[in-house]
Structures are given as C-alpha cells and as structure tokens.
C-alpha cells in the first residue's frame, strides 16, 4: 500500500512559480510510476504530467510543456512538479497519483490518489 502526500500549492500572480512536492510512504512506493493530474472547478479531471519509476522517462500534457516539469528524488518516494509562467487557466486543485502500470496512471486510473492540493493563480 502507498500513502501520498501533496504540499507546495497556494496562491501566485501570472507569470510567478510554484513547486509541488508528493511524498510517498510505504514499503514498495519506490517502484510505483508516479504522477499529477488537476481538476478546476466545473471541469473535469485531467492528466498533467508523469514520470516513471526509474525517473527517466516522463510526459507532459501540451498546454503545459515548456512551463512545468516533472521530476523525481534519488530515492524515488517523492515526485516534484516544477511550475513555471504560471497562467490564470492553470488554477486547480493538483492530485498526486501513482500505480505500478504507468499506463493506468497516465488514463486517471490510479490505484492511489493524495487529497490534492489547491493552486490558485490570479491575473
């Protein structure tokens, strides 16, 4: 079983920064594929970003390339997302996710959910 735990949201204007930490806890979390999905109110979930056990494979939706990155710790329990020029429209509530197939994690059917966390940024 793995436990995860989101931190790092809150509010920034346009343009600003922000970093998402998901930590994860248990025995085997290290061998879970790992990654973000976000959901804005009125809207459905959707897939943001992903990155595999091993850290070196990974994707992003498009409308975020460039702007956020997807990273891994050395000791693979935690999962970052680096959140660059922030935009009005990246407002949500950020998920960490993880499942052992990172095909079931990249279509939203993850074994593991954390609670979210909320990002709200202002024009």
């Known amino acids: 079983q793995v436990q995860l735990e989101e931190s790092g949201g809150g509010w920034v204007q346009a343009g600003g920064s922000l970093r998402l930490s998901c930590a994860a806890s248990g025995r085997t979390a290290s061998r879970y594929a790992m990654g973000w999905f976000r959901q804005a109110p009125g809207k459905e979930r959707e897939f943001v970003a992903a990155i595999d056990r091993s850290g070196e494979s990974f994707e992003h939706r498009d409308s975020v390339k460039g702007r956020f990155t997807i990273s891994r710790d050395n000791a693979k329990t935690t999962v970052y997302l680096q959140m660059n020029s922030l935009k009005p429209e990246d407002t949500a509530r950020y998920y960490c996710?993880?499942?052992?197939?990172?095909?079931?994690?990249?279509?939203?059917?993850?074994?593991?959910w954390g609670q979210g966390i909320l990002v709200t940024v202002s024009s």
């Open positions: 996710a993880a499942d052992l197939s990172p095909r079931m994690l990249k279509i939203g059917r993850s074994g593991y």
